[in-house]
């Protein structure tokens, strides 16, 4: 009967903080509301959102879900790799929750360990944890540098007017982004 009872508390406190979290997020947006409407400098910015073109907005928030997406289907790939078992819904949280965390945290950093946190904490072994987001970041960096090289290759093709010292600083940095998994391996 005790636990009986302790569940109880516990699905309670947990509505109870879901309520509040409601209730918080609605108090930020009438706040942000009011700050916007008040503020003579975010007056502009209000009149600029104004000026949005939506199809460019619908295209932009389109290729941020596919990222996601691709996101996602990698980490279900590695999970599955890793652990045999099909995880989607695990896979989605994984994906959302690292990007939280990069978006909150300095130098976008948090994500990694938050992922390795919930993976484990779902009862994914540490070390398959690890490799998982570290495979997850190895791809990412790979695609990154292709991406590069093939974006440095077609404005040379093109002839986009572009000045010497902007191709070999281009160049470096893909260089340095293709480097720099290998340094974290050789680091782990």
């Known amino acids: 009967k005790g636990e009986t009872l302790l569940g109880m508390n516990a699905k309670q406190n947990k509505k109870q903080n879901n309520i509040w979290s409601i209730l918080f997020l609605l108090l930020n947006i009438a706040i942000l509301i009011v700050l916007v ?3 003579e400098q975010l007056k502009g910015s209000a009149e600029g ?18 990222y996601i997406a691709f996101d996602v289907i990698k980490i279900y790939r590695l999970i599955y790799y890793y652990t045999k078992r099909k995880e989607w819904l695990l896979s989605i949280r994984i994906s959302i929750l690292g ?43 790979m695609v990154f540098c ?12 093109v002839g ?3 000045q010497l010292l902007h191709y070999i600083l281009a160049i470096l940095a893909i260089l340095i982004n293709f480097a720099a998994p290998f340094i974290i391996f050789l680091f782990a």
Request: hydrophobic content about 45%; glycine content about 10%; aromatic content about 16%.
């Open 99 to 141: 990007k939280y965390y990069d978006g909150i945290t300095p130098l976008a950093s948090g994500g990694q360990p938050f992922q390795i946190y919930e993976l484990t904490k779902r009862g994914v072994n540490g070390a398959h944890a690890s490799g998982i987001v570290l495979m997850k970041y190895f791809i990412y960096q």
């Open 37 to 39: 409407a008040t503020d």
């Open 146 to 157: 292709i991406y590069g090289i093939f974006c440095v290759i077609y404005n040379f093709a």
């Open 160 to 162: 986009a007017q572009l």
């Open 49 to 66: 959102l104004r000026q949005f073109r939506l199809p460019i907005v619908g295209l932009a928030i389109l290729s941020m879900l596919l």
